[in-house]
């Protein structure tokens, strides 16, 4: 059975492409047959696995907006085991454009039905807002793994996409739960990120990862090459800690129903 993951929490700037590039790149490295989907227009996971979003003709906006398969969208093999779904700027469009049409929050969802035989894990990055294309992530997967960077407004906002997750959960995909809240960005020097994450454990308990990814230099300049953290600096501490990332989500299939 495929698992399907969307990382999502509507701010911008607190790690969900690091996160989804590095666990999807891991879980692929780990040879299973791996589909990333980027749905956020500035196309920071197809730039992440190394695809130039404007060398690129067709792309997830033809697949929400035209109702392209997906199978003529993806670009096989960017990585070993891993097709990829690009995202162009023309994305930005599609919250506007999906809005009077038919079907508009179950696009996505009806496109991955058409190849999920094909994969045993499908990632969504989600871009920072609540709008069509995060409905549109949501309602076409089974888990949504929410990343928390440990600063004082870590929280903020965080109440109101759970709130969403339980929407679309009523009326869309009854699946649909939120798997991991994973504490990013950590920066051991101040006590703030530490309360920080001790705050969010005692509120969400097991669904905080034991593993906290710090702030790592080597994570942030990993895009730049086009390299998921494990190809560009494998040695480095945010690679350890997005395996370590990835295997408390690969554990996780042993728990799922
Ligand atoms: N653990 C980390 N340490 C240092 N920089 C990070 C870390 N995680 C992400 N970044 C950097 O922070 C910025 C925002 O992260 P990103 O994953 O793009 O967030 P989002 O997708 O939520 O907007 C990027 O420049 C990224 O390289
Ligand atoms: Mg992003």
Redesign the pocket.
């Known amino acids: 059975m495929v698992r399907t993951l969307a990382v999502a ?1 509507q701010k ?8 989804v590039v590095s666990v999807a790149s891991n879980v692929a490295l780990a040879g299973f047959r791996t589909l990333l989907i980027d749905l956020d227009p500035q196309g ?1 996971a197809t730039t992440g696995v190394g695809v130039n979003p404007r060398e690129v003709s067709t792309s997830s906006y033809n697949v929400l907006v035209q109702q392209l398969p997906l199978s003529g969208a993806r670009i096989q093999n960017v990585l070993p085991n891993m097709d990829l779904v690009p995202a162009t700027l023309d994305l930005a469009g599609a919250e506007v454009e999906l809005v009077p049409m038919f079907s508009r929050e179950l696009r996505l969802r009806s496109a991955i039905s058409l190849v999920e035989n094909e994969y045993d894990y499908i990632f969504v990055d989600c871009p ?1 807002s609540l709008g069509m294309l995060t409905i549109n992530s949501l309602a076409a997967v089974n888990e949504v793994i929410v990343p928390l960077q440990c600063e004082y407004y870590a929280l903020e906002g965080l109440g109101q996409l759970l709130t969403n997750v339980q929407l679309i959960q009523e009326g869309l995909n009854p699946d649909l739960q939120v798997s991991a809240i994973v504490l ?2 950590f920066d051991a020097r101040t006590r703030l990120a530490e309360q920080v994450a001790q705050e969010v454990r005692e509120h969400f308990g097991e669904l905080v990862l034991t593993t906290v ?4 230099i080597r ?2 300049e990993a ?1 730049s090459y086009g390299q998921p953290i494990e190809i560009y600096d494998p040695a480095s501490a ?1 690679a350890a800690a997005y395996r370590a990332v990835t295997n408390e989500i690969l554990e996780a299939t042993k728990k799922l129903p």
């Open positions: 929490n911008g700037g607190v790690g969900k492409t690091t996160t920071n920072p990013v960005m990814v710090p702030r790592s994570l942030s895009p945010g």
